[in-house]
């Protein structure tokens, strides 16, 4: 039988979230870390012997930076998928990682089953962006990120005749919020975001909200 696993590449200086984060994906089927290293150069070389299908990239590290090790990564291969993985918000790398070629920028407080998906579409070829970080974006107009404010009558034809109430929800969905935190952001009740989310499932043509999220990311829909 041929291992359609992801094949992932894990770069990061520390030891004990390297050791969280395989750990965390050993429970995770269609993913496998194949290859680790601790500092950016090792990173280059491991890319090289290896070949995964996805490298997630601390961009902290010691010896030069994730955002240089993905630039000399992306020379070596420019359809390489580098997603990367930062525990704090900076205007100045969000910018620079996303000019660099990389696919993602992601904070490492991610929920795991977003952080899943979000290697999955990657490596389908798709892009992620912290909602975090996307007001920076916007507001330096860097073109990385579309505008995609339109009439509600727009959105309704263009997007599976959601509401707009559906595409708050929908994207706080995106977000890893469960129906409770989606309630409490909105200010509605449980059973009514819980309703919310069945519908946009139903809307979506997808099992569920895990899938929701993808359709959502993939079709630029959030």
């Not at 070389?45 to 090790?69: C, N, Q, R």
């Not at 420019?78 to 990682?97: C, D, F, G, Y």
């Not at 599976?160 to 994207?171: F, H, I, M, S």
């Not at 129906?179 to 009514?192: D, F, G, P, V």
């Amino acid at each position: 039988m041929i291992n359609s696993d992801i094949k992932l590449l894990l770069v990061e200086d520390h030891k004990l979230m390297r050791v969280g984060l395989k750990s965390l994906f050993e429970e995770q089927d269609g993913l496998e870390v194949t290859s680790e290293a601790q500092n950016g150069k090792d990173a280059i070389e491991k890319f090289k012997s290896t070949h995964p299908d996805v490298i997630l990239m601390d961009i902290g590290l010691p010896d030069i930076s994730g955002i240089e090790a993905a630039k000399k990564i992306l020379e070596l291969n420019s359809n390489a998928k580098i997603i990367m993985l930062t525990s704090h918000l900076s205007e100045q790398e969000v910018i620079e990682a996303l000019e660099s070629g990389a696919c993602a920028y992601v904070m490492k407080d991610i929920n795991t089953d977003i952080l899943k998906m979000i290697i999955t579409t990657i490596q389908q070829g798709a892009m992620w962006i912290d909602p975090l970080a996307v007001p920076i974006l916007r507001e330096k107009n860097k073109g990385l990120v579309p505008q995609r404010q339109m009439s509600r009558a727009m959105f309704r034809q263009q997007h599976a005749d959601l509401t707009q109430r559906e595409y708050e929800v929908l994207k706080l969905v995106v977000d890893g919020k469960s129906n409770n935190e989606i309630a409490e952001e909105l200010t509605i009740s449980s059973h009514t975001a819980k309703a919310h989310v069945c519908n946009i499932i139903q809307k979506l043509l997808v099992d569920d909200r895990t899938q929701a999220a993808v359709k959502a990311i993939k079709e630029g829909l959030v």
